[in-house]
């Protein structure tokens, strides 16, 4: 099964489909975020994949 690219798809397999594709979505996810690393305006280093940006980003949808 090919899982398309954004949330509402994503949010589908992970609901609705089986447990092979949603582990096959959320290790896309996973890979995608260990590639996004950047910098703030002030010059801080960060990485999608970092603990305290995922954290931040649980706390914004309710977890």
Do not use: C
């Amino acid at each position: 099964m090919s899982v398309d690219r954004g949330a509402p798809a994503v949010l589908a397999v992970t609901t609705f489909g089986t447990a092979q594709h949603a582990q096959q979505a959320v290790d896309r996810i996973r890979a995608a975020n260990e590639r996004v690393r950047s910098a703030t305006e002030a010059g801080e280093p960060y990485r999608a994949a970092g603990h305290d940006l995922l954290g931040r980003v649980r706390e914004s949808d309710g977890r």
